[in-house]
């Protein structure tokens, strides 16, 4: 038992979030707001960023299957105070490179690739 953990925990460690993970546009906002795009996805190791939110991650949890779940406090565009939310990020299954972020319904928000 402790050593499927511990593989689980491997691979969920393979979801490296120590530099910056976005679609086009949010790659080129990586540094700040430089243009704008309805499109926007930005996944840091602390934030994920889209047009209309700004979440700050309370929590990381690696899950066995090598997913993360994250639990975080977001702000949307024209709202006052903040509200909890959860995501989940995985390796795409079309490109390992890539990751897909899912909300708690399960809706595909976007697949993002690490910026340069």
């Known amino acids: 038992m402790v050593l499927v953990l511990a593989a689980g ?7 490296d979030l120590s530099k910056p993970y976005g679609n086009k546009s949010g790659c080129i906002n990586k540094n700040g707001q430089k ?45 006052d105070g903040q509200s909890p939310a959860e995501f989940t990020v995985k390796h795409s299954p079309k490109n390992a490179k890539k990751l897909v972020i899912t909300d708690e319904d399960g809706n ?9």
Do not use: N, P
């Open 9 to 15: 925990q491997a691979s969920a460690a393979g979801i």
């Open 108 to 116: 595909v928000m976007g697949e993002v690739s690490r910026c340069r």
């Open 35 to 79: 243009v704008y795009a309805e499109d926007m996805l930005l996944l840091t190791d602390t934030d994920l960023i889209t047009v209309a939110s700004a979440c700050t991650f309370t929590d990381k949890q690696a899950k066995l299957d090598g997913s993360l779940t994250i639990k975080a406090q977001c702000e949307a565009e024209g709202e």
